[in-house]
């Protein structure tokens, strides 16, 4: 999962983290990217990247991309 945050045209990875998940684990095993919100607050527009593998299998190069938002949070 990468957090991205918008630059100019672009976008940036501001935080990005990688977990391991095990079948049937349910809810509690999540991964997620943070980061913390700069001293400098300010109206940044942010979105995740999400790429699932699964072990052992061939996939696509295809990740999910969610809709952006726009937040009072500038890093």
């Known amino acids: ?10 976008w940036v990875t501001r935080s990005k983290q990688a977990k391991t998940i095990k079948q049937g684990c349910g809810s509690v095993a ?12 300010a109206k940044t527009t942010w979105r995740t990247m999400v790429d ?5 299998v061939a996939d696509s ?15």
């Open 52 to 56: 699932v593998d699964i072990i052992g």
């Open 1 to 10: 999962m990468w957090l991205q945050k918008r630059v100019g045209n672009g």
């Open 30 to 41: 999540r991964t997620n990217a943070k980061a913390n919100c700069g001293g400098i607050v």
């Open 61 to 75: 190069p295809e990740v999910l991309i969610t809709k952006s938002q726009t937040l009072w949070c500038n890093q």
